[in-house]
């Protein structure tokens, strides 16, 4: 199966998560999160931070370990750039970049993406990936539907 037809059944289940009636809204985060990170074995720790004023909230997240980094000020890191920035922060070598905060030392690529809400930023999806140069175009459009989706019930 191609990666792309992965993702998009990947889209479907996630869709179903989302019009469950049996889960609350962190409920739901919290099943979206598990189901990702059991279907992409590079997709080792993932957050779901809020923003509220000009920090960053840890919400709900799936993997081996805490982060120490619950809270995170909009001009730190990597969380923060991508929030002040609006874009997506796609870093292959974390190792190589300035604004990187470190939570675990296994990680060596991160992926920031975005969630809108009436084209304002409401907080992100945070991926660490213990290989490098883990995500491209393709895992960039996927989560951004994924944080599309999951502005819906947050
Ligand atoms: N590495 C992030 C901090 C969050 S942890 O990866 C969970 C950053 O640079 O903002």
């Avoid at 081996?64 to 070598?93: F, M, P, W, Y």
């Amino acid at each position: 199966m191609s990666i792309k037809r992965k993702f998009i059944l990947t889209l479907k289940e996630i869709e179903k998560i989302v019009n469950t009636t049996n889960l609350d809204s962190r409920g739901k985060v919290k099943e979206i999160l598990k189901f990702l990170r059991k279907n992409f074995e590079k997709y080792n720790w993932i957050g779901i931070y809020l923003l509220q004023g000009d920090k960053l909230f840890l919400y709900e997240y799936e993997g081996n370990r805490e982060t120490q980094h619950k809270v995170i000020s909009l001009d730190k890191g990597l969380c923060g750039l991508a929030a002040r920035e609006k874009r997506i922060i796609n870093v292959s070598d974390v190792s190589l970049n300035p604004y990187y905060l470190e939570c675990f030392p296994e990680t060596k690529s991160e992926l920031v993406v975005p969630i809108f809400k009436d084209g304002i930023v409401i907080g992100e999806i945070d991926i660490d990936s213990y290989k490098l140069n883990a995500f491209d175009s393709n895992d960039e459009w996927f989560i951004s539907k994924v944080a599309n989706l999951i502005s819906e019930i947050i």
